[in-house]
């Protein structure tokens, strides 16, 4: 008998739970960097996020009245291992037995990501992700977390977007840890993280479990029919959907001559080979599709971005492009055919200017006809025979928004920071409603 397919919501340590000095835990690079005058907005700061390390079971029980039959959350590495490597800290790990066992009485299936770009400050300050032993050290910790909940917890995220932590916190300097490095350099914290999903791939392997990656993926459409915006959009193409894929899927590198770079700095005989092969599935972020343009003058970078015509946009300024999720599938099924793995939407959602009326409900119209529309693309895709197996919504509860800070709430419910009182949108008895048909249609 098949495994049915899996209704969640996502949600990420650091933009959660809090708590950053609670039981042993050592700091992470978001901790640091949301220090930096500037580096969040408005200075808020992520200490309180959503208080989850204390309100867990309150979350809990969200889930349970919702009906999701999954959680996707992250453990966060510092909490686990404080400095990354060497002792692991069990009251960590408590916390997350604790969680894992409240699920599963709910009949909630934990599908927990090893790195949602939280390392540990000490890893950070021998050189993070530049560094080869970082990747020694993530597989090391992969083994111990899956070595206390692996008994419980079969399918296991390696890495999240690999992709914007790369990019954002490497070379553009927007995110943690707020390097920017030059485009080799920037290749090869690339390859260690490629690395690190690779070793990890093999621990959780050899325990009998399966290993996941999780990639933001965006189609790529030049803006005109013009050669400069056609190779504008190959090259976006090439950085964005096949940098983290292709290795895993082919076991090889796509060719980044279009950003100067033909050999990846840091590949040593066996490393694509411990990669290749090392998804047992594949999540997809997705939240909206991307126009390219020829770049600017003096950009520095192979391409540059237009607008998406005629688009709705999210309060983050995203377009709303529901076909791009289905047209994201086909193109990974068209590139990578019998070596694509099976699929999971592992983030979609939105933000927006969430309204408290004065009887309490939050009317959030716009996110349910988002949800509306992408969850109708992945249909469309599987009725057009993608395997894919599962759609999480981004997210359970409004949280730490990274750089925007409390800006940005793409939750199902609303949190007031001020008291963390939680009060689910109408968008949370939709898709509770919604989750109950589907769930009851598959089982007739």
Same mark, same amino acid.
């Given at each position: 008998?098949?495994?049915?397919?899996?209704?969640? %919501?996502?949600?990420?340590?650091?933009?959660?739970?809090?708590a950053?000095?609670?039981d042993?835990?050592?700091?992470?690079?978001?901790?640091?960097?949301?220090?930096r005058?500037g580096?969040?907005?408005?200075?808020?700061?992520?200490a309180p996020?959503c208080d989850?390390? *204390?309100?867990?079971?309150?979350?809990? $029980?969200?889930?349970?009245?919702?009906?999701?039959?999954?959680? =996707?959350? +992250?453990?966060?590495?510092?909490?686990?291992?404080?400095?990354?490597?060497?002792?692991?800290?069990?009251?960590?790990?408590?916390?997350?037995?604790?969680?894992?066992?409240?699920l599963?009485?709910?009949?909630?299936?934990?599908?927990?990501?090893?790195?949602h770009?939280?390392?540990?400050?000490a890893?950070?300050?021998a050189?993070?992700?530049?560094?080869?032993?970082?990747?020694?050290?993530?597989a090391?910790?992969?083994?111990? !977390?899956?070595?206390?909940l692996?008994d419980?917890?079969?399918?296991?995220?390696?890495?999240?977007?690999p992709?914007?932590h790369?990019?954002?916190?490497?070379?553009?300097?927007v995110?943690?840890?707020?390097?920017?490095?030059?485009?080799?350099?920037?290749?090869r914290?690339?390859?260690?993280?490629? /690395?690190?999903?690779?070793l990890?791939? #093999? &621990?959780?392997?050899?325990r009998g /479990? $399966?290993?996941?990656?999780t990639n933001?993926? +965006?189609?790529?459409?030049?803006?005109t @029919?013009?050669?400069?915006?056609a190779?504008?959009? *190959?090259?976006?193409d090439?950085?964005?959907?096949?940098?983290f894929?292709?290795?895993?899927l082919?076991?090889?590198?796509?060719d980044?001559?279009?950003?100067?770079?033909?050999?990846v700095? @840091? %590949?040593? &005989?066996?490393?694509?080979?411990?990669?290749a092969?090392?998804?047992?599935?594949l999540?997809?972020?997705?939240?909206?599709?991307?126009?390219?343009?020829?770049?600017?003058?003096? +950009? @520095?970078?192979?391409? #540059?971005f237009?607008? %998406?015509?005629?688009?709705?946009?999210?309060?983050?300024?995203?377009?709303?492009?529901p076909e #791009?999720l289905?047209?994201?599938?086909?193109?990974l099924?068209?590139?990578?055919g019998?070596?694509?793995?099976?699929?999971?939407?592992? &983030?979609?959602?939105?933000?927006?200017e969430?309204?408290?009326?004065?009887?309490?409900?939050?009317?959030?119209?716009?996110?349910?006809?988002?949800?509306e529309? *992408?969850?109708?693309?992945v249909e469309a895709?599987?009725? =057009?025979?993608?395997?894919?197996r599962g759609?999480?919504?981004?997210?359970?509860?409004?949280?730490?928004?990274?750089? &925007?800070?409390?800006?940005?709430?793409?939750?199902?419910? *609303?949190?007031?920071?001020?008291?963390?009182?939680?009060?689910p949108?109408?968008?949370?008895?939709?898709y509770?409603?919604l989750? !109950?048909?589907?769930t009851? +249609?598959?089982?007739?």
């Open positions: 008998m098949s495994s049915p397919f899996l209704w969640g %919501v996502a949600s990420s340590a650091f933009q959660i739970e809090g950053l000095d609670a042993g835990r050592g700091p992470s690079v978001w901790d640091v960097f949301a220090e005058p580096a969040v907005r408005d200075g808020h700061s992520p996020a989850h390390y *204390h309100r867990w079971a309150e979350d809990v $029980e969200l889930l349970d009245r919702l009906g999701v039959n999954a959680y =996707r959350f +992250s453990l966060a590495w510092p909490r686990v291992v404080p400095t990354g490597r060497g002792a692991v800290n069990g009251a960590g790990l408590d916390f997350y037995d604790r969680l894992v066992d409240a599963l009485a709910r009949g909630i299936t934990p599908v927990p990501t090893l790195f770009w939280d390392l540990p400050q890893l950070e300050d050189g993070g992700w530049s560094e080869r032993d970082t990747a020694y050290a993530f090391e910790y992969a083994a111990a !977390a899956s070595d206390r692996g419980r917890v079969d399918r296991w995220i390696t890495l999240n977007e992709l914007v790369t990019t954002y916190g490497h070379a553009l300097g995110h943690a840890p707020g390097r920017t490095l030059a485009v080799p350099e920037v290749m914290v690339a390859h260690h993280m490629l /690395l690190a999903h690779g990890a791939a #093999g &621990e959780l392997r050899s /479990l $399966e290993a996941l990656l933001n993926y +965006s189609p790529v459409s030049p803006a @029919g013009s050669e400069a915006d190779a504008a959009a *190959h090259a976006y090439t950085l964005h959907n096949r940098l894929t292709d290795p895993v082919t076991g090889a590198y796509p980044l001559s279009a950003f100067g770079v033909a050999e700095p @840091g %590949v040593r &005989e066996g490393d694509l080979k411990a990669v092969g090392s998804a047992d599935g999540g997809v972020n997705y939240y909206n599709p991307t126009v390219a343009t020829a770049p600017d003058e003096g +950009s @520095g970078l192979p391409f #540059g237009g607008e %998406v015509a005629g688009a709705p946009v999210t309060a983050f300024g995203w377009p709303v492009v #791009g289905g047209r994201m599938i086909d193109l099924r068209e590139r990578h019998e070596a694509l793995p099976p699929l999971y939407v592992t &983030e979609n959602g939105c933000s927006h969430d309204r408290v009326s004065p009887g309490g409900r939050i009317a959030d119209p716009e996110r349910i006809a988002y949800l529309g *992408h969850v109708a693309a895709a599987r009725e =057009r025979g993608a395997d894919v759609y999480f919504v981004w997210t359970l509860t409004d949280n730490f928004e990274w750089a &925007e800070g409390y800006h940005q709430r793409f939750g199902l419910v *609303h949190v007031d920071h001020a008291t963390q009182a939680r009060t949108k109408d968008s949370f008895a939709w509770r409603d989750v !109950a048909a589907r009851a +249609s598959a089982g007739a």
